[in-house]
Structure formats: C-alpha cells, structure tokens
C-alpha cells in the first residue's frame, strides 16, 4: 500500500522529485489555503497556456480555457475559494492527497511530461461525496534552475475510456 503523502521520487532523482514536490504537497497546501502566491513561483508564465478537456475523452471537446496564466490563476482561485466554503465529512488534505496519484514523469532534457491522476473523492458533512476522477498532463520545463509549470491539458477523465 503506497503512502500518499510520502514522495516516491528518491532525493537522488533530483528532477523527478522537485516536480512531484510542486505538483502534490505544495499544490494541494496552497489550494486548501486558497493562497496562490504559495504556488506562483511554480508556473513560466510566459507561453504558458491549459488547456480544458471538460471531462470528456473526445479532444473535439476540449477547450482553450486559459490562454495565459492570468486566466488559469483567476479560476484556480475561484475553485479553491469555493471547496474552502464547503464542509466535510472528513480532513481535506488527507482525501486530496489519498486521492491523487503522481508515478509518472517523462524527463527529456530540460522538459518534463507529468501525469496526475485523481481517483476517489471527499466526504461532505451531509454524507454525499464529491467526486474527484480526472487527470491532468502538466508540461514542465527547467526554468531558470528550477522545475516549472509551462502548461497543461486537464480536466480529462480518468480512466479515459473508448469512443
């Protein structure tokens, strides 16, 4: 049974684990604070696009919903300030965290391909459960000496399914 909260990623892979260091504890800490300048220093801005599969697996469906980082900031904190107004049925960053799987990043010279995948979901106070199934591609890249985010294709559905 792995540990959801312990980096996979030995110190020794150095790339391998700053990227996984970014995309889980940093990133579900400064969503669950609703703190985006807890995550800002993660992100090129420059060229930095996502884009939206809207949880569908046809790409004829997926959007350029943020054309630059100004837009993909914007929502995230819409999002985050929404789940911070909700109540649970249990801890927050213990179900983001057993819900988020992070095993997979393809290193080529200074760019990295990074598959997040979520599976499960979070208790509310009323006993429904939120569900979070999906899975985001994040585009890395070494950027003046650090790991970054130069953009993504999320929202997709996870498992992705047939046609």
Not at 133 to 144: A, D, G, I, V
Not at 147 to 160: A, E, Q, R
Request: net charge negative; glycine share 8%.
């Amino acid at each position: 049974m792995r540990d959801p909260f312990l980096n996979p990623f030995p110190t020794s892979d150095t790339a391998r684990h700053a990227i996984w260091e970014m995309l889980v504890p940093r990133d579900i800490d400064a969503f669950l604070a609703a703190d985006w300048s807890m995550v800002a220093g993660d992100f090129v801005e420059e060229g930095f696009i996502g884009i939206s599969g809207n949880r569908d697996p046809n790409p004829d469906n997926w959007r350029l919903a943020f054309p630059n980082l100004a837009a993909y900031r914007d929502e995230w904190l819409n999002q985050a300030k929404d789940f911070a107004a909700g109540t649970y049925g249990e801890d927050p960053r213990t179900a983001i965290f057993t819900t988020t799987t992070l095993e997979e990043i393809e290193i080529s010279g200074e760019t990295a391909l990074v598959r997040k995948k979520f599976d499960g979901g979070i208790k509310k106070a009323d006993g429904t459960l939120d569900v979070m199934r999906w899975q985001t591609l994040y585009y890395c890249r070494l950027h003046e000496g650090h790991w970054k985010i130069s953009g993504f294709t999320g929202y997709l559905p996870n498992p992705m399914g047939t046609l």
